[in-house]
């Protein structure tokens, strides 16, 4: 059994389960750069994100307090929570400067939404990734203070995760032992996408299945180590059910396509995703797919798209043996956040 660098409270037997997908909001920040969204005090425990004059979210208490979030944490079995920005508030359409100051302003509240219980909430920094030294400086930044790992999203305007600058970045992050959840964000828009939240239902699997072929036929993970640390959020979005049909198409058109050295398929186990796909059928598509070893419960807690009681698809999954299991709760993502210890 995988020892933890520290113990943390809960289960008391075996692997803890860690959810490495949640988002945090802070109650309030100092003023932002023009155009960049803000928080509407609704009540002593409701907001709003706001923006331009749209409402964005409702959110609650739990976006920014620790003992909600806890007491939470307790309801589902959760050890530890991986507590990431939400993605609204990556800047990066700003200039460099600016979101450099966005992320430092967001990130240090982090750390402080997560002071009152280091070993059981752990914060995942956002960095400016228009700009990879500003990005690299910003993780580093972080890193030193308390963070564990980067979320990104996954593309800067046209700029899709096998831009010269990101990869530059990914390689620092391989380097350095940070962590990378990527989470789809900046889904387009439009009459046919724009009703029934379709751009959350359809567009964001989409947005992440088209992420992890580029960093594919990219040859992003031709050129960055396989020590880089990387988790797909949703389940990798659509990746997996269509893994057949892009290897198909890397073979049927070559001359297009074969971009990567190898077919895509050969690239399985570079990459994690969460689990929060909510049916047992589709848990075991990304099983079967991508190996039990690279599957770790994410829940996208506090939100309402997400799943609770979280990792519930995780123990519902009969088909799932008992090492399985305990790898998804918890063994892949202390793999993932580098919370094994060396011996
Ligand atoms: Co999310």
């Given at each position: 059994m995988p020892q933890l660098r520290h113990d943390p409270p809960g289960q008391g037997l075996g692997m803890p389960t860690i959810d490495v997908h949640t988002h945090y909001v802070p109650r309030g920040w100092p003023e932002l750069p023009e155009g960049m969204p803000r928080l509407r005090i609704?009540?002593?425990?409701?907001?709003?994100?706001?923006?331009?004059?749209?409402?964005?979210?409702?959110?609650?208490?739990?976006?920014w307090d620790a003992a909600e979030?806890?007491?939470?944490?307790?309801?589902?079995?959760?050890?530890?929570?991986?507590?990431?920005?939400?993605?609204?508030?990556?800047?990066?359409?700003?200039?460099?400067?600016?979101?450099?100051?966005?992320?430092?302003?967001?990130?240090?509240?982090?750390l402080e939404i997560c002071a009152p219980s280091p070993d059981r909430l752990l914060p995942f920094a956002q960095v400016p990734l228009q700009d990879p030294d500003a990005a690299c400086a910003e993780a580093d930044r972080c890193m030193r203070n308390g963070h564990l790992g980067v979320e990104i999203g996954n593309h800067v305007g046209d700029r899709d995760l096998d831009d010269a600058g990101i990869v530059t970045f990914l390689q620092h992050c391989a380097a350095s032992g940070i962590p990378v959840f990527v989470h789809p964000w900046g889904m387009p828009s439009g009459p046919r996408l724009d009703r029934w939240m379709a751009r959350w239902i359809t567009a964001m699997p989409a947005e992440t299945h088209?992420?992890?072929i580029a960093m594919i036929l990219g040859g992003v993970f031709d050129r960055v180590p396989e020590s880089l640390r990387i988790c797909f959020a949703h389940g990798g979005g659509s990746f997996a059910f269509w893994l057949g049909r892009l290897e198909n198409a890397w073979y049927g058109r070559r001359d297009i396509i074969a971009t990567s050295e190898l077919p895509p398929s050969k690239y399985v186990g570079r990459f994690s995703v969460d689990s929060v796909v909510f049916e047992p059928a589709a848990l075991r598509t990304l099983v079967d797919t991508l190996g039990a070893e690279n599957v770790i419960v994410g829940s996208d807690y506090p939100y309402p798209l997400g799943e609770r009681p979280v990792g519930n698809v995780v123990h519902r999954s009969t088909f799932l043996d008992d090492a399985?299991?305990?790898?998804?709760?918890?063994?892949?993502a202390a793999r993932f956040l580098g919370l094994l210890s060396a011996e």
């Open positions: 609704d009540s002593e425990r409701e907001a709003t994100i706001m923006v331009g004059s749209q409402e964005f979210r409702r959110i609650a208490a739990n976006s979030r806890l007491a939470d944490m307790d309801a589902d079995g959760v050890d530890i929570q991986v507590v990431s920005p939400t993605p609204v508030f990556f800047a990066y359409d700003a200039d460099a400067p600016a979101a450099t100051r966005v992320a430092r302003i967001f990130n240090d509240l982090a088209l992420s992890i399985q299991r305990s790898a998804l709760l918890g063994g892949n």
